[in-house]
């Protein structure tokens, strides 16, 4: 009776095992890589956004009307995430890229969204569609 309740322990401690390791998403899974985004839309050009403490890596950023975009954020040091309110785009460790389609020229805004010291109220460039 030992051997068995042994065995079906084993059984189950590997079956846990087994199901911690597999650390696909549901997002990889569905070929999330192969360009297409969530909105269905391939980028067709990419825009890297490096924070450090209190600034970006430039103060502003071009993007063309009407050409999907993959917008990627990169923090580089401290504790920092980006937002854009007229593109609805919210960038941090955790979410840290998004395709936007940006239908409309103009000169918009981008700040830091995660109050990050001192600085933080200085941290702001410019993203300007053309």
Do not use: W
Request: glycine content about 8%; charged content about 20%; aromatic content about 6%.
């Amino acid at each position: 009776m030992q051997r068995k309740l042994a065995l079906l322990l084993s059984i189950l401690f590997i079956l846990i095992l087994a199901a911690c390791g597999n650390n696909t998403t549901n997002k990889e899974a569905s070929g999330s890589n192969s360009g297409i985004t969530d909105t269905g839309v391939a980028p067709q050009e990419e825009l890297v956004i490096k924070a450090t403490n209190y600034s970006f890596d430039s103060k502003e950023y071009h993007l063309k009307k009407g050409v999907p975009v993959k917008i990627v954020f990169e923090n580089e040091s401290g504790n920092h995430g980006i937002l854009i309110p007229e593109f609805n785009l919210t960038l941090n460790r955790e979410n840290s890229s998004q395709v936007i389609v940006p239908e409309e020229a103009g000169t918009f805004e981008m700040s830091c969204s995660i109050m990050c010291g001192s600085g933080h109220s200085n941290m702001i460039a410019k993203i300007i569609v053309d």
